[in-house]
T-cell receptor, first 110, second 112 residues
Framework: DAGVTQSPTHLIKTRGQQVTLRCSPK?????VSWYQQALGQGPQFIFQ???????QRGNFPDRFSGHQFPNYSSELNVNALLLGDSALYLC?????????FGSGTRLTVV | RKEVEQDPGPFNVPEGATVAFNCTYS??????FFWYRQDCRKEPKLLMS???SGNEDGRFTAQLNRASQYISLLIRDSKLSDSATYLC?????????????FGKGTLLTVNP
């Protein structure tokens, strides 16, 4: 049984570009949450998707947007990248309260 | 005030030492509490849930004090393999929504 799968594992983007990160949830999970973890910090909640709708959102600007598909997979989009967006982006899937994290996408903005 | 605050660390201890991590949370309506472990450049992994009655898993003991909104983790007889960042995590539900809030983490290095 596959856990949470994220792609790509690493990428480098230039300031001002746009990026899309992808997440496939654990089998049977219907909710996807995205977190940003900057170096030396704990993961910060970006938003959560359930039934293809954004259900909760953390304190992140509108440059951060997402989507959930009918198969529960999800995308995180970040527009107009800033150097400060460099971080590990974690996807977690859940069914009620049990979270499973993916191994993350490490984004570097240069 | 941050939602979840932890000892800033880092902690450097010799093998065999006992080490304690402390954490406070600000939302008195929080419902669930956890300690996660995160190895360098890896994803966080659940170490243990924390209950008001306290719970123990081998060398690890977790305690929750709801009145003082305080969570602790005690590691006895530290091993080299315990070296990692320990994250205090609080679960909150608003209606049908459930969200985890993480502390900043405390880095532990166990030295030979």
């Amino acid at each position: 049984d596959a856990g949470v799968t994220q792609s790509p594992t690493h990428l480098i983007k230039t300031r001002g570009q746009q990026v899309t990160l992808r997440c496939s949830p654990k089998s049977g999970h219907d909710t996807v949450s995205w977190y940003q973890q900057a170096l030396g910090q704990g993961p910060q909640f970006i938003f959560q998707y359930y039934e293809e709708e954004e259900r909760q959102r953390g304190n992140f600007p509108d440059r951060f947007s997402g989507h959930q598909f009918p198969n529960y997979s999800s995308e995180l989009n970040v527009n107009a990248l800033l150097l400060g967006d460099s971080a590990l982006y974690l996807c977690a899937s859940s069914l009620t309260a049990g979270y499973t994290f993916g191994s993350g996408t490490r984004l570097t903005v240069v | 005030r941050k939602e979840v605050e932890q000892d800033p660390g880092p902690f450097n201890v010799p093998e065999g030492a006992t080490v304690a991590f402390n954490c406070t949370y600000s939302n008195s309506a929080s419902q669930s509490f956890f300690w996660y472990r995160q190895d360098c450049r890896k994803e966080p992994k659940l170490l243990m849930s924390v209950y008001s009655s306290g719970n123990e898993d081998g060398r690890f003991t977790a305690q929750l004090n709801r009145a003082s909104q305080y969570i602790s983790l005690l590691i006895r007889d530290s091993k080299l393999s315990d070296s990692a960042t320990y994250l205090c995590v609080v679960g909150n539900s608003g209606g049908s929504n459930y969200k985890l809030t993480f502390g900043k983490g405390t880095l532990l290095t166990v030295n030979p």
